[in-house]
């Protein structure tokens, strides 16, 4: 845990620096952006620049595996685009990632501008005088440009959602936990009890939902990983019950045993994150979950946020970052 939260400390620290630089134009009239969910342009000078080590790096970590998913699916989808070929119509791509070698600049130089071209819109551009020093600034920069983009996407799901309320889920929660979330109207209350709220989405193809739950905060021993984890499985235990007689939900630690992460940038300010794997015992259901861990100081209550989504030998990457923006939009009711 220690070693997890000084890598989330240092990372959220340059993220400061890079938001407190970050421009927003702020002119009225911006086009909405355009691209798919998830994915992320790159512009390079040329095609040898994409087929060499600045192409395969910048593949390696953001293309890399989200963590936490049955089948591999990767963070980001990456398109690519040469500096001739980057036209306007390419320039309302929400998530941008230039490169650019100079010759003429004496040391690296890191840009990340917000809603250039296209509203929402996230561009970062490294300039560099020479491909050695560009791989070195990209990959000593990489995790903060990874969460810069899953904050764009976050906000944009959210916004999205935003718009569309279910009214009654909202308030059971407000009155139940003191707690503020978006839940779009096609979700819909399954069971409310006092320390426990299941909200869900069923379509004919996947499922997606989330729980709260909480109680009394004692200590900080109640963060750990064991700890979420068994109070976890008690309230799916005796809450989420499965399609059979008998059967239920639980965490599926089998194959994958999920590493807590300290976030710094959520609503609460400090949370603890764990990716993983659900299950039903005695039935044969499963799929990915995202779980955010913090605590109510006023009410002394610490509380879970646990999404998951089912979707059977289907990718679910999306349909998870989805309910992860449902999430992270929590706030404290006054």
């Not at 045993?257 to 949370?271: G, K, M, N």
């Not at 039935?283 to 861990?293: A, K, L």
Request: charged share 25%; with cysteine; glycine share 6%.
């Amino acid at each position: 845990m220690k070693k997890i939260g000084v890598a989330v400390v240092i990372i959220m620290a340059v993220l400061f620096v890079f938001s407190a630089c970050t421009k927003n134009t702020g002119r009225s009239g911006k086009v909405r952006s355009i691209g798919k969910t998830s994915e992320i342009l790159v512009v390079v000078e040329n095609e040898q620049q994409w087929e060499n080590s600045i192409g395969k790096t910048i593949r390696e970590y953001f293309g890399k595996d989200q963590q936490g998913l049955p089948q591999p699916e990767p963070l980001f989808d990456l398109a690519h685009v040469t500096k001739t070929s980057f036209s306007d119509l390419l320039k309302k791509h929400r998530n941008i990632f230039i490169v650019e070698i100079d010759k003429n600049s004496i040391e690296p130089k890191i840009e990340l501008v917000g809603n250039h071209w296209a509203e929402p819109q996230v561009v970062i551009r490294i300039t560099a005088p020479n491909k050695s020093v560009f791989l070195q600034t990209f990959e000593k920069n990489a995790g903060v440009f990874i969460e810069r983009y899953n904050q764009t996407e976050r906000e944009r799901i959210a916004t999205l959602f935003k718009s569309t309320p279910n009214k009654d889920a909202v308030r059971e929660i407000k009155q139940n936990f003191g707690l503020k979330l978006i839940v779009p109207r096609d979700y819909h209350l399954v069971r409310s009890e006092t320390d426990f709220i299941w909200i869900r989405k069923e379509t004919n193809d996947y499922s997606q939902g989330f729980f709260i739950f909480r109680e009394a905060y004692k200590d900080t021993a109640q963060f750990s990983k064991a700890s979420v984890s068994a109070r976890t499985n008690r309230f799916l235990k005796q809450y989420v019950s499965g399609p059979t007689e008998g059967s239920y939900m639980t965490l599926d630690e089998t194959y994958y045993e999920p590493e807590p992460l300290i976030v710094t940038d959520f609503s609460t300010e400090y949370a603890v994150e764990l990716r993983g794997f659900w299950d039903v015992e005695n039935d044969f259901m499963g799929g990915p979950y995202v779980s955010y861990t913090f605590t109510d100081p006023e009410n002394e209550w610490i509380i879970t946020l646990f999404g998951y989504v089912y979707h059977p030998s289907k990718e679910k990457r999306n349909l998870l970052r989805q309910v992860e923006a449902l999430l992270y939009s929590v706030e404290f009711t006054k």
